[in-house]
């Protein structure tokens, strides 16, 4: 897949595109830049590059693009360079859509990943997407691309949205996989006692450690190391906890597999004490079955 901006010579395949929302009773088309209202393909290439520099009450600089694969055109995305406050809470900075007869083939996820690295290009650190709440797909699509759920905020006609946060400032990077301080959702550290914590994610954003490739794998342990050496230089630990947590009852709090490496000190309050710790306590034996 490749995102393509909308030049006339792609005139006849977006209209056909558009018809095919339209016989399938969809008349607002995600992620379209306003091609679903358009009077003339002609006037939607205007608008589109007026979108581009466009500020005032209501509107904010976007970019908007095909989603193009063998030369057809599956979907839409718009991507808004800042956000107002409407943005902020209901509309984030991605809208996308996927045309009804090349849906469940992944290119949402395809094409939520290429939308990200433009907005890289933008200097953009942090994007916020949104969601409703029963939109699973929608939701599936986010999280696979590392989207981290902030918070649910109701709307006006009852409807629930989620937002949801994808950073996009790491520190360290290789082919597959990502090395990147433990933060919040907003990028922030997380409190005191995680200072100098990483999580090494891999790029394919699986749910588990035991779905990486053998590549991925190595680029993890090449990925450690990297990590290892700064954490030494910087904050001097005198051990590490490294490990997964695999599923809820684990302690997984995002769908996608991550490394956790935290530096450990000598005047820790818990010090010496590592994971089995905790699970280990007679409070968390299992009851005997009857």
């Avoid at 500020?55 to 030369?71: A, H, M």
């Avoid at 209901?90 to 009804?100: Q, S, T």
């Avoid at 094409?111 to 907005?119: D, G, I, T």
């Avoid at 995002?254 to 590592?274: C, M, Q, T």
Wanted: charged share 30%; with cysteine; hydrophobic share 35%.
């Amino acid at each position: 897949m490749e995102l393509i901006f909308p030049t006339i010579e792609w005139k006849q395949a977006a209209l056909e595109y558009r018809q095919e929302f339209f016989d399938a009773g969809v008349k607002d088309i995600d992620g379209d830049g306003g091609l679903d209202y358009a009077e003339t393909y002609e006037g939607w290439l205007a608008q589109l590059q007026d979108n581009l520099t466009r500020v005032d009450d209501k509107r904010v600089p976007s970019t908007t693009y095909f989603g193009v694969v063998n030369s057809r055109i599956v979907g839409t995305v718009d991507i808004r360079h800042k956000l107002n406050d409407y943005l902020q809470k209901f509309g984030g900075h991605i809208g996308y859509g996927v045309r009804p007869s090349e849906r469940r083939k992944g290119y949402a996820t395809k094409m939520l990943s290429h939308a990200l690295e433009e907005c890289r290009k933008l200097g953009l650190e942090k994007v916020l997407l949104t969601c409703d709440k029963g939109n699973e797909a929608s939701a599936k699509t986010i999280t696979k691309n590392g989207g981290i759920l902030e918070n649910e905020l109701v709307q006006d006609d009852g409807r629930i949205t989620q937002r949801y946060w994808i950073l996009l400032k790491h520190m360290f990077e290789n082919d597959t996989v990502i090395g990147t301080l433990s933060t919040d959702v907003h990028g922030n550290p997380f409190d005191k006692t995680l200072i100098g914590s990483f999580v090494v994610v891999p790029k394919s954003y699986v749910s588990s450690p035991f779905e990486l490739c053998e590549q991925e794998w190595a680029d993890t342990k090449k990925m450690i190391d990297i990590i290892k050496e700064y954490i030494d230089d910087k904050y001097e630990p005198d051990g590490y906890t490294i490990g997964w947590n695999v599923g809820p009852v684990a302690g997984q709090t995002v769908p996608y597999a991550h490394l956790h490496i935290i530096p450990r000190h000598k005047d820790e309050p818990f010090a010496g004490k590592g994971i089995r710790y905790w699970i280990k306590k007679s409070e968390n034996t299992r009851p005997e079955k009857s």
